[in-house]
Each structure stands twice: as C-alpha cells, then as structure tokens.
C-alpha cells in the first residue's frame, strides 16, 4: 500500500534515486554511511523539504532499525510539511601529514568499485590566481591532477587523478566558492565553482532570483553539476539541466611552455557565443579547472 497521504493540494515524492530504493526495501551495505531521504512539497503556493539523514556505519545498524526510521520518516508528512535539518557527510579528504598524503573518498564513503584513491596532495585555492599557482605547479611537476568537491557526490571515481596510486593532486574548490557579481536586472549571477546548490539558491534568492531548475541535493556544487551534466525535472525553460542556463564560463588550464606571467597554465574565458563552452559544460572535469 502506498504510504504516502497524497491529496489534491500537495504532491509529495522521493527525488533521489536512492530514496526510490529505500521506498521499496531499505538499502543496507557496508559501503554506504549515510541514509539520506528527503520529501518534497509542491503546492500551489508553496514548496517545502523535508530531509531526513542518519550519519552512521550502515553495517552496525540492523535492518529492522533503518526500517524503523524510515517508516518514522514516512509517518511524518501525516502531520503537515515541516523543515528538519539534515548531517552533511564530513571530509571527503583525510591527509596523514598537512595536505599531504592523502585519501579521498565521495560522500558516501566508498566509491561504486569499492576501491580507494590516494594521492600525493590536496590544494585548497580560495581565489583564482591560488588556483592558477596550483595548477601550473603541477603542470610542470607533470602531474595528474583533479578536482574534488565540498562533499564528492558522484558515486563514480570521478575525482580521482589518473596515474599511479598516490601521486596525483586533488584541487578541492571548497573554499572557492564566492558570488562574484549579481546583476539583477539581466537576471545573470556570477559566482566561484565550489558553491554549493545551497548557496547558490541563497545568493539568488538575496536579490529576488531563482534557479529555474536543479539537481536533487543541496550539497552539490555548481562544478559538479556542470560537469557531470546533472539536471531536475523540466516542466519550463530551456531544459532541466543546470548548463542549459551557463551564459560564460573561466577555465584554468594547464600549459606545456610558460605563459607571460611564467605559469605553466592559464585562464580561459568562454563567452556565450563560443563553441566551446558547450563542451566545457560538460567535462566530467576532465578540460580543466572551472574557475568561474
Ligand atoms: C554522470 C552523472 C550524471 C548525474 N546526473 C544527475 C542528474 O541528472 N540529476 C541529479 O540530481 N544528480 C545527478 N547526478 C548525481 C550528482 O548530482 C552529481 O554526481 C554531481 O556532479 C555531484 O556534484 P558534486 O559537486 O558533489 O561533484 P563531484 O561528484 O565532486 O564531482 C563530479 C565531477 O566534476 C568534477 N568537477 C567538479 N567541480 C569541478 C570544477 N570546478 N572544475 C573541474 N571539474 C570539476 C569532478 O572532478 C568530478 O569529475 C549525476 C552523477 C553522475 C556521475
């Protein structure tokens, strides 16, 4: 039977995928940490979350006991929407020394082949030109490099640097994540690509804007969803993908000679009318760092 009260005025659904799967059966695996189901409202004049998060070793609970919580997840709607607040999953990047000698792991804990990925380093840019420094370093040290995200959602082994185990660079673009300008009037915002969806709904909402669609979890970051072509439902506008709506993007690169400046890589500035910038989009982060 379905558990869910739907009536008229509210619709009421499980957007994650994985929530699909704990609608049916919950997920128990030792390489997932988190239960994570979230709701969402739609009625006419509102719309509202509902998130549910339990931060623990999934193996350690028993089944019955992730049963029990989400049959309280479902009993909830019962008593009208209300706001909870949810765990974020902790650092992605655990280093053994400083920023060095590290493990990366997604948020979930575990990537999909259940394998690790050790690297070299982690850098963390909070400005463009720190990024630059960081991306020629490794340019000239020739070594692999990727970036990771505040809380590496992709399931796959996206954010892991190719080459040998351990010797890669992880650029994490947490602290880039600063709203450049917002120009209210062309109804255009700029911002770093570490910002989180989160941020990114909050910084719009400041000046009265909204995204017209979005992926499913508010700890995405703009880089990820622009990489991976991530989208939510597209009921209106262009599309429901998040790059449908990228009017410019600022890429570094990493350069074989030195430029001017003696960097061994280099900003890169995609206009709206530039080919190239639909392929940027969609890097699965593989043509640079998205800057901006
Ligand atoms: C192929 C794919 C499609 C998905 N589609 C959807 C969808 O349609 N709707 C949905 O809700 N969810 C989708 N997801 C799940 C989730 O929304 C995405 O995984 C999302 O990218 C996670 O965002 P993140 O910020 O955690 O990025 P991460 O998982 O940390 O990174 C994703 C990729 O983007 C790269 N990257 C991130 N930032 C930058 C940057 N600044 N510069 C260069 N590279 C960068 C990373 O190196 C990595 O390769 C999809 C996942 C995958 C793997």
Request: hydrophobic letters at 35%.
């Amino acid at each position: 039977p379905d558990p869910f009260p739907i009536s008229s005025t509210h619709l009421i659904y499980i957007s994650d995928p994985a929530g699909g799967s704990l609608y049916g059966r919950p997920y128990v695996s030792v390489k997932y940490m988190y239960i994570y189901v979230c709701f969402h409202y739609l009625s006419p004049t509102t719309s509202k979350s509902l998130c549910i998060s339990q931060a623990s070793q999934m193996s350690t609970l028993s089944s019955s006991l992730v049963y029990l919580l989400l049959l309280a997840s479902l009993c909830l709607p019962s008593s009208g929407p209300r706001l909870v607040t949810g765990i974020p999953p902790g650092p992605v990047v655990q280093c053994t020394s400083g920023n060095t000698n590290c493990l990366v792991h997604n948020g979930y804990g575990a990537f999909l082949d259940g394998t690790n990925c050790r690297v070299a380093a982690a850098a963390y840019p909070s400005t463009e030109s720190e990024l630059l420094r960081f991306v020629s370093d490794a340019s000239l040290a020739n070594q692999k490099m990727k970036v990771v995200t505040r809380y590496s959602h992709s399931i796959p082994k996206l954010c892991c640097p190719g080459g040998p185990d351990g010797t890669g660079l992880v650029i994490s673009t947490e602290k880039l994540n600063h709203v450049v300008r917002v120009d209210v009037q062309s109804r255009r915002i700029t911002v770093e690509s570490g910002i989180t969806l989160h941020e990114l709904i909050e910084a719009g909402a400041t000046h009265g804007l909204a995204l017209t669609h979005s992926p499913y979890w508010l700890g995405l970051s703009l880089g990820g969803m622009l990489c991976t072509g991530a989208h939510g439902s597209s009921f209106v506008g262009k599309g429901g993908a998040v790059h449908e709506y990228v009017v410019g993007m600022k890429i570094v690169v990493p350069t074989t000679w030195p430029d001017v400046d003696g960097y061994f890589a280099k900003v890169i500035s995609l206009e709206e009318d530039d080919p190239d910038l639909l392929a940027a989009k969609v890097s699965l982060g593989v043509l640079g760092v998205i800057s901006q």
